[in-house]
């Protein structure tokens, strides 16, 4: 039987509320507020959950404020006629409707409710494709967004009756135009409702014949002298062009607007029955409330007390944790126990019986290096969990530094690299940690693994996506803000709830993600590579790295000297003092003011864009630019870096220790935070100084060992192209000897200029780099840039065609995966949107390469974690940045230490291509010395 498929219903708000305001006559309610729009829209929405039973719900909402629209052109809706104050008095009612369904609300200045609804189906597309939309709306503009899997329903005859448009109905509709194709119709033909212009004198057969005949807009024009556009027509067509390509500008809807959608928030699961009926009661909306309780029936609603089915069977209804009482869905039993004096012989008993056993810790803060114990919980069974607090878990110390070094009891844990840092702590000191064995599955890698396009693995996620169930905030146990407290002073029946679902959630998971994997033949990645890294990573940070405050508090007075020097030769270039790090200041000086060209440069809702990306593109108009580029730089690496480091400090040891983050990237790559190390500038002479900031202790060096151009290496390697494998294979410099072979010349003719080109080249591809990127990118025209590229892929031909296939693959499959089995699923390469299409292929190119350069350096790592004591017993990994490891090592064993890093780094994976390492040694990590192997 095949499997419910779920939908994401879309409200065009604002639609519905005209359409239900001009539909029904005048509605007050007992405090005399109009309520007929919004009991006409609660009637739409009602009957479309009743008919739809949409998994998931969303709302958009126009703003009062203009658009980036009205900016494009000032008569954009001028013709309208503004609507009674009644109206708009009623959508505040309308929102507290929608909320009280815990349906979220989505509205942005600068945007209408149309592009946020074209963003909330494109976000949704991209994250799960398999998710039906269905928009509910109460005009036609949003037709435009209908394809295989998004459909428009619209009300038809007052409020009664409903249509619902798929590609056929839009077809029928529009004298077989597709949806896509409304917006080139618009340019045409213009559309009176929003004042769009149009092409005067085009009506609407002559608008569908033009883009039958030619497909779109711009198809028309490209064919303007073809012998089926009549000449009237034709003269109409080229006298206005301008006005067609705005008026089809006007009509689109944007598809990426800055809002923050997450689709689990959207979940139409669990809404407050009493609430809801409390609102309409003050609305006067009795007749409604019989459709209420048809959606309570159905499972929607989480109806007063349903929580108590969830709590501890041995407590009494005044101990249980009030929060237990708002769970959204059922998951079984839930026993829940708080271990004591009296039951503790028979936990113990009992723990040590079990060969499977999921932990969770409970802290009085985030860090666990500086932060303390509070209390440990254990699940063996889904939906019987207890907790462990710490004071008695003192009395049983022993038993538990003999529990945790079992290595035959398989530990499980949700984020486990921050469980086994708290309890090695615990268990033993910083000189002597406690020893951790049996590390078996952490649930949040697991998730990792099966879905590495997601950004959010978070238990209580998890529990909701897999089991519909809401657990219960942090904040209900220590609250927000000025008032919060720490984990210390929750009660403890409070907080053993908390960490028994914790434990016992984290267990489900377990048992759900074991099946998952092996279905998904992940199994070996994850126990031969992903579960190893999370005890490597855990060292790692426990090591942590020597700062030298002193360098970076003189380091930062100069900044500061810099950055003001910098505002005071921009304010006499401006001929005003203005603020730098204002966006809004900025457009004024630049582009009112000293009136810098604004050709090519993107817009936002606000005006012109002054990002980083497009300021570039204006360096060489005026000197101010490269001024406030480097301002920029300066400001961001002083606040990020210089200022922030020192507070990063350990209160224990002294030192830094930055997490490393396992389960963010789609690639596998590793990221960091406190501080983000991947973001300090490599080939800036910014980024020198605040590595030389890192520093060895007293006796020690810094060693870093660097796999030298490892993509192009893998590249070679996965496209087993010959012409490329034999430059490496001779130890040629790759840019160099692309370079002559493209332009036909000896390796010793390469110039510094040509080089550099052939290496945008080199790494360009890896991204799906085109013409116009190499040309930005190397000063040079886009008619060289395209010759170059051309000229590289006939000679890299075997390259070429792995690029093609990869492409091919990711669109069969769905997925695209590295040498090691690590996989991407990447839906939106089917997209019909082409921006998002363009996208996923560069990604799907992209992946292979950088994630099984992200596996090797992972596979370097547990080895040379796992052997380095041997060789040197107090050499320490201390970080881990792009395809860089580096070392904290002493100064008698660098040559030992460096040799043995460079078999282990080379080893352990096997290439087409031979894998190279350059290592060096130095007093800090930003002045090194290559080390001759």
Known sequence: MSQKKEKLLIIDSNALIHRAFHALPPLSDSQGRPTNAVYGFTTIFLKAVKDLKPDYVAACFDRKEKTFRHEEYVEYKATRVKAPDELYEQIPLVKEVVRSFDVPVFELAGYEADDLIGTVATLKSVDRPDIETIILTGDQDCLQLVDYNTKVLSPHKGLSETILYGEQEVKEKFGGLMPKQLIDYKGLRGDTSDNIPGVKGIGEKGAIDLLLNFGSLEGVYKNINSDKIRDRVREMLVEQKEQALMSKKLATIILDAPIDFKLLDCRFKGFDQDKVATLFMELGFKRLMSQVATLAKA?????????????????????????????????????????????????????????????????????????????????????????????????????????????????????????????????????????????????????????????????????????????????????????????????????????????????????????????????????????????????????????????????????????????????????????????????????????????????????????????????????????????????????????????????????????????????????????????????????????????????????????SQIELRIIASLANDQRMLEIFNSGGDIHTMTAAIIHGIKPSEVTKEIRRTAKEVNFGVLYGMGAWGLASRTGISNTEAQQFIFKYFNTFKEVKKWLDETVEIARDKGYVETLYGRRRFIPEINSNISQVRNSAERMAVNMPIQGTAADLIKLAMIKINKELSEVSPKSKMILQVHDELVFEVPEKEIKKVANFIDEAMCSVMKLRAPIEVEISAGDNWGETEKIKM
């Open 299 to 707: 499972g929607f609603a989480v109806p007063v007390g349903q929580g108590d089915l969830f709590a501890p069977k041995e407590k009494s209804e005044s101990e249980k944790p009030e929060q237990a009482k708002s769970v959204s869905k059922k998951i079984g039993e839930q026993n829940y126990q708080t271990v004591t004096e009296k039951n503790l012989k028979s936990f113990l008993k009992e723990l040590n019986q079990q060969e499977f056993v999921c932990f969770d810790t409970e802290t009085d803060g985030l860090n666990p290096f500086d932060n303390k114990l509070i209390g440990i919980s254990f699940c063996w069974q889904a939906g019987q969990a207890y907790y462990l607090p710490v004071e008695l878990a003192k009395t049983i110390k022993e038993d538990l530094i003999k529990f945790f070094a079992d290595k035959n009891v398989k530990k499980i844990g949700h984020n486990l690299k921050f469980d086994i840092e708290i309890m090695s702590l615990w268990l033993g000191d910083k000189k002597n940690l406690g020893k951790i064995n049996g590390l078996h599955f952490d649930t949040m890698v697991a998730s990792y693994l099966l879905n590495a396009g997601h950004r959010q693995h978070s238990l209580d996620t998890l529990a909701f996506v897999k089991f519909g169930y809401q657990m219960q905030p942090i904040e209900d146990l220590i609250g927000k803000g000025k008032g919060q407290i720490t984990m210390a002073e929750v009660p403890l029946e409070k907080i053993s709830w908390y960490a028994c679902e914790d434990a016992d959630l984290s267990y489900r998971l377990f048992e759900k993600f074991s099946v998952e994997l092996e279905k998904e033949n992940l199994l070996g990645l994850f126990n031969e590579l992903e579960m190893p890294l999370v005890e490597v990573l855990a060292e790692i940070e426990r090591n942590g790295v020597k700062i030298d405050n002193k360098s970076l508090k003189e380091l930062s007075a100069d900044f500061a000297k810099r950055i003001k020097t910098i505002e005071k030769k921009a304010w006499k270039m401006a001929g005003e003092e203005f603020n730098l790090a204002s966006p809004k200041q900025l457009k004024e000086i630049l582009f009112d003011k000293l009136e810098i060209s604004t050709a090519g440069i993107g817009k936002t809702k606000t005006g012109i864009s002054t990002a980083a990306g497009e300021l570039e593109k204006l360096q060489g108009q005026h000197e101010i630019i490269d001024l406030i580029i480097e301002f920029r730089e300066l400001s961001k690496l002083k606040s990020t870096y210089l200022d922030a480091l020192p507070e990063l400090e350990s209160k224990v040891d002294g030192r830094i220790h930055t997490s490393f983050n396992q389960t963010v990237t789609a690639t596998g790559r590793l990221s960091s935070s406190e501080p983000n190390l991947q973001n300090i500038p490599i080939r800036s002479e910014l980024g020198g100084p605040i590595r030389r900031a890192f520093i060895a202790e007293d006796g020690f060096k810094i060693v870093k060992a660097d796999y």
